[in-house]
């Protein structure tokens, strides 16, 4: 129910709490890290992504159940088969009843249980339908929709909790767009080649879902769905428009919005979903206004149907085979994957996704260095430094603003490796009822967030489970949380010299500073509150720059000829540049920053930017690739690396970079924000 805020991203395996730290000694035979595998062929002025990890490309292989290989989010894969120990463990042994061991063990070994649940068929979903078919006017619609949302199926109304943009210290109630079933509402408009296959391979899963229900002339009924989603789309904000933080708040009373939206009846849909409030805010006003007008104007047994095909899709992957080869279908054509994940592995991730913080404590527990931790808020604390002196030398920044630049970078709360108050879920786990194990899990959930309404944010709380390979920053709580799945190689690496250290966890931490300043960030105070504390010169030319990081990211290209949407991704693409350039003045204040002494070859600032190239070394399928240009609010991997350099004059000393060079850029275009 709750909004969630992952801004950022991010290997291998952790070195085990129950191993004991390497000696020094032992540290010294191991030797340094080796950066192998580079293309000389490929100057680091051309390609520097290319330059450190063309090899590494050419010979890398996306398994047939995976859309990409390598770092980046993908480095969750091997975090997988760590949990995928614990749970097969766990599953297996006898533990207390309601213990975490118990809890986590019994969802998945009731996951895994595959001959009963397809005995099962459309059994456990048949209440759902019935009440559907019951169905006979529009409010009955709504009164639906709103019963379903209390245990985690949302349709045409996605409700979610979080800080008042305006009072950051109360939760309130928002409501943002929703109601599609396409990866973006742009999908529902565009007419290339590889968007009309995505439509098609989408209607023909709605019909597959229709017909496994019993479902007569399934392909006209889903055309009929299909036609209702693409009308809510035409309401729907594009994702560059929602980049505008104040254009997503339209606090109103809910006596207000009672009278102008009757048809939607918010006071009783309130008063449904168990949330006492007089005011809410409609993030995105024009869907709702639409939704309000369509529940008159579109037939009852559409919306029947309507509901029947999201249902289900809300249920696809805990129902039948039949309905999850439908589910992989039409997901093969997005994203290129080839062949489906083993039953463990899907099960690892669902109770990831649903129990992570009860899997959580048992995978730092087995996993996690704590010297780890230790290190890792030792240098968030010195980039705090390091960024406070570099807001200190700006020259396009006034003193009255720096002052409360700095007042925000030291209220910045940090969280690192896992949380200091673990979560509970109250639910009763049984090892013979999958199903029924999904929804009381996403009914726990709602019940969870909805318990934080009108009160202060739960400050000990995470959005994100432990063992995740990611790192965000939340602008409402103005918080930076590094988890444990991410103080790990290539990131993180406790024995390494600096340089590796600097340019991984370093431009990692650096960037999620950098994104309390980006084009979002930046609209937020020290206290999470969207106000302007800056002057109105500077904010003028804080726009300025952000827009020539734009510019310069719209001209950048995937797969040949597909266009980077700068406007997108301006936020990241920010954090990235003033990610580096954080990370390295700190790195210049170690020993190894200051001495220049070669290490295998490289010196100090080559190792530095090497490891830069190589914690984002990626290799994805293309149509994964496509969408994600389309939909990500991240640069491809390539524009991680070699966007931000051709920005940093430290690189071209490094490298030598001369004009002439592909990616070289004149001192004045060179753009520095942060």
């Known amino acids: 129910m709750k909004k969630l805020l992952y801004l950022s991203l991010i290997t291998c395996f952790f070195i085990s709490c129950k191993e004991e730290k390497p000696s020094v000694e032992d540290t010294a035979q191991r030797g340094p890290v080796v950066f192998d595998g580079i293309t000389d062929s490929i100057q680091p002025g051309d390609n520097f992504f290319d330059h450190v990890n063309k090899q590494w490309m050419d010979n890398a292989v996306i398994a047939e159940d995976q859309v990409g290989v390598g770092a980046y989010r993908f480095l969750n894969i091997p975090q997988q088969e760590l949990l995928k120990n614990i749970l097969e463990e766990v599953s297996e042994g006898d533990y207390e009843k309601g213990s975490i061991e118990q809890q986590v063990g019994d969802f998945y070994a009731s996951g895994m249980d595959t001959v009963q649940i397809n005995e099962r068929g459309i059994t456990p979903i048949q209440p759902i339908l019935d009440r559907i078919e019951a169905i006979?006017?529009?409010?009955?619609?709504?009164?639906?929709?709103?019963e379903q949302i209390?245990?985690?199926?949302y349709s045409l109304i996605r409700p979610y909790i979080s800080p008042d943009q305006k009072n950051s210290k109360l939760n309130i109630l928002h409501f943002s767009q929703t109601g599609l079933g396409l990866?973006?509402?742009?999908?529902?408009?565009?007419?290339?080649?590889?968007?009309?296959?995505?439509?098609?391979?989408?209607k023909t899963y709605l019909a597959t879902l229709l017909e496994l229900v019993g479902e007569e002339n399934a392909q006209q009924k889903a055309a009929t769905v299909y036609a209702i989603e693409k009308q809510l789309a035409e309401a729907h904000k594009t994702r560059i428009e929602r980049r505008i933080v104040k254009e997503n708040y339209h606090k109103m009373v809910t006596s207000e919005i009672n009278l102008s939206q009757p048809n939607?009846?918010?006071?009783?849909?309130?008063?449904?979903?168990?949330?006492?409030?007089?005011?809410?805010?409609?993030?995105?006003?024009a869907y709702y206004e639409k939704l309000n007008n369509m529940l008159l104007s579109v037939p009852v047994e559409d919306w029947r149907l309507y509901l029947k095909a999201h249902s289900i899709a809300s249920h696809d992957g805990i129902l039948s085979t039949p309905f999850q080869d439908a589910a992989f279908a039409y997901s093969k054509v997005v994203s290129g994957q080839s062949e489906q994940q083993p039953r463990a592995k899907l099960m690892t991730r669902r109770v990831d996704q649903q129990m992570g913080f009860a899997?959580?404590?048992?995978?730092?527990?087995?996993?996690?260095?704590?010297?780890?931790?230790?290190?890792?808020?030792?240098?968030?604390?010195?980039?705090?430094k390091t960024l406070e002196t570099r807001i200190e030398q700006l020259d396009w920044m006034s003193d009255s603003t720096k002052v409360k630049a700095k007042e925000k970078l030291f209220a910045i709360k940090k969280k690192i490796g896992y949380p200091d108050v673990w979560r509970e879920y109250d639910v009763t786990i049984d090892r013979n009822k999958f199903f029924e194990n999904v929804v009381a899990l996403r009914e726990d959930d709602?019940?969870?967030?909805?318990?934080?309404?009108?009160?202060?944010?739960?400050?000990?709380?995470?959005?994100?489970?432990?063992?995740t390979v990611t790192a965000y920053y939340n602008p409402s709580l103005n918080e930076i949380v590094f988890p444990a799945g991410i103080l790990q190689e290539p990131y993180f690496d406790l024995y390494a010299d600096d340089a590796v250290n600097y340019g991984g966890i370093?431009?990692?931490?650096?960037?999620?500073?950098?994104?309390?300043?980006?084009?979002?960030?930046?609209?937020?105070?020290?206290?999470?509150?969207?106000?302007n504390w800056w002057t109105e010169e500077d904010y003028t030319k804080f726009k300025e720059k952000t827009q020539q990081i734009v510019d310069q990211y719209s001209g950048f290209t995937v797969l040949d000829s597909v266009p980077l949407k700068?406007?997108?991704?301006?936020?990241?693409?920010?954090?990235?540049?003033?990610?580096?350039?954080?990370?390295y003045d700190a790195f210049k204040r170690t020993e190894q920053g200051k001495n220049g002494e070669p290490i295998g070859g490289f010196t100090p600032d080559q190792r530095f930017f090497l490891s830069i190239a190589r914690i984002w070394r990626v290799k994805t399928r293309d149509e994964y690739l496509r969408n994600y240009v389309a939909t990500d609010s991240h640069s491809p991997p390539i524009w991680r690396v070699n966007g931000p350099l051709m920005n940093f004059t430290p690189f071209y000393t490094a490298f030598e970079v001369e004009e002439g060079q592909t990616n070289y850029r004149k001192e004045e275009e060179r753009i520095k924000i942060w």
């Open 264 to 285: 939607i009846s918010w006071k009783t849909l309130l008063y449904r979903l168990g949330a006492e409030v007089d005011s809410v805010n409609i993030a995105q006003p």
């Open 359 to 384: 899997l959580g404590q048992l995978y730092v527990k087995r996993y996690f260095n704590e010297d780890a931790k230790e290190r890792a808020l030792e240098l968030v604390n010195n980039f705090q």
């Open 150 to 153: 209390k245990v985690g199926d």
């Open 566 to 583: 700068g406007a997108l991704t301006v936020g990241e693409n920010t954090a990235d540049n003033g990610g580096i350039a954080i990370a």
């Open 183 to 202: 990866p973006d509402r742009d999908y529902y408009f565009g007419e290339s080649p590889s968007v009309v296959e995505i439509q098609e391979a989408y």
């Open 506 to 531: 370093g431009m990692v931490i650096g960037h999620e500073y950098t994104h309390a300043f980006d084009d979002q960030g930046a609209q937020y105070d020290k206290d999470g509150n969207v106000s």
């Open 446 to 467: 709602y019940q969870y967030e909805l318990a934080q309404l009108n009160k202060a944010p739960n400050r000990d709380e995470w959005h994100t489970t432990p063992s």
């Open 136 to 146: 006979n006017d529009f409010p009955a619609v709504m009164q639906f929709v709103a």
